[in-house]
Antibody
Framework: QVQLVQSGSELKKPGASVKVSCKASGYIFTSFAMNWVRQAPGQGPEWMGRINTNTGNPTYAQGFTGRFVFSLDTSVSTTYLQIYNLKAEDSAVYYC????????????WGQGTLVTVSS | QSALTQPASVSGSPGQSITISCTGSSSDVGGYNYVSWYQQHPGEAPKFMIYEVSNRPSGVSNRFSGSKSGNTASLTISGLQPEDEADYYCGSYTSSSTVVFGGGTKLTVL
């Protein structure tokens, strides 16, 4: 069965960087783009963008350019979200997901990674 | 891309039916049939409930149904049960080849 397993919670200081991983299993990794979704405390999900798992080409949503980088390692079926120069407002749960709203009939989410930015 | 508009909260008694709306534009909800609905309990990842406006994934109760009219999609839950109390979000494909989510609706089962 499809599984997306993310790395554990992170506590970082402002200005630091963080790298969140998402390991996929149970399907052919290059079959679907991987999306990243942010959910701030008490807020709805926010689509950050996606990475084409065939080409490695990323697409970033407005508001997620510059400090946010998507990457992948197809040899281990893993995608990564790196955030540079962390700010307090980056504190949120970050999910990797295969999204039906992206034009598919399937939908899978990782368990989420809590990133807390605090001095 | 602005978030899709959902009511902040809805409520109903056990056994009743409720409907949650999700309003967008012709560039997202109205232009495509890639509207999904999610249920989220506190501390959990969103759970996939509806795809392509009205289709239920395997394992989702037939008490959940979806529809769309113009730029507004709707999720109806019939025969409300206590475990339906959760946050609900809609999501849609957009003309920019992106995805947009709704702000969420808190369902309270009285």
């Amino acid at each position: 069965q499809v599984q997306l397993v993310q790395s554990g919670s992170e506590l970082k200081k402002p200005g630091a960087s963080v790298k969140v991983s998402c390991k996929a299993s149970g399907y052919i990794f290059t079959s679907f783009a991987m999306n990243w979704v942010r959910q701030a405390p008490g807020q709805g999900p926010e689509w950050m963008g996606r990475i084409n798992t065939n080409t490695g080409n990323p697409t970033y949503a407005q508001g997620f350019t510059g400090r946010f980088v998507f990457s992948l390692d197809t040899s281990v079926s893993t995608t990564y979200l790196q955030i540079y120069n962390l700010k307090a407002e980056d504190s949120a749960v970050y999910y990797c997901a295969i999204l039906a709203a992206a034009g598919l009939s399937i939908d899978y989410w990782g368990q989420g990674t809590l990133v807390t930015v605090s001095s | 891309q602005s978030a899709l508009t959902q009511p902040a909260s809805v409520s109903g008694s056990p056994g009743q039916s409720i409907t949650i709306s999700c309003t967008g534009s012709s560039s997202d909800v109205g232009g495509y049939n890639y509207v999904s609905w999610y249920q989220q309990h506190p501390g959990e990842a969103p759970k996939f409930m509806i795809y392509e406006v009205s289709n239920r994934p395997s394992g989702v109760s037939n008490r959940f149904s979806g529809s769309k009219s113009g730029n507004t999609a709707s999720l109806t839950i019939s025969g409300l049960q206590p475990e339906d109390e959760a946050d609900y979000y809609c999501g849609s494909y957009t003309s920019s080849s992106t995805v947009v989510f709704g702000g969420g609706t808190k369902l309270t089962v009285l």
